[in-house]
């Protein structure tokens, strides 16, 4: 059987760590920041986790990282 080819998509934006927990970035950063709060764009610099059922999925796009 072939082996499964990661997506470059995910590689860029989902990073898995030594734990087993997959970090990744907050949306809403790219654009019409002018009339976001300041506080608000400071908490989207922050990472997060992606959480739930979507675990599984994210790590079988990102194949055999880290």
């Keep these: 059987m072939p082996k499964q ?8 934006r989902f ?3 030594a ?3 997959v970090k990744r970035g907050h949306q809403n950063k790219r654009h019409l920041l002018s009339t976001k ?3 608000r764009k400071r908490k989207l610099r ?7 059922k979507q675990i ?3 790590k079988t796009l990102v194949g055999n990282q880290g």
Excluded: M
Excluded at 5 to 12: D, Q
Excluded at 46 to 52: D, F, S
């Design 5 to 12: 080819k990661s997506k470059s998509a995910a590689k860029k």
């Design 15 to 17: 990073i898995v760590l």
């Design 19 to 21: 734990g087993g927990k």
């Design 37 to 39: 709060e300041t506080g």
């Design 46 to 52: 922050q990472g997060a986790y992606v959480t739930g």
């Design 56 to 58: 599984k999925t994210v």
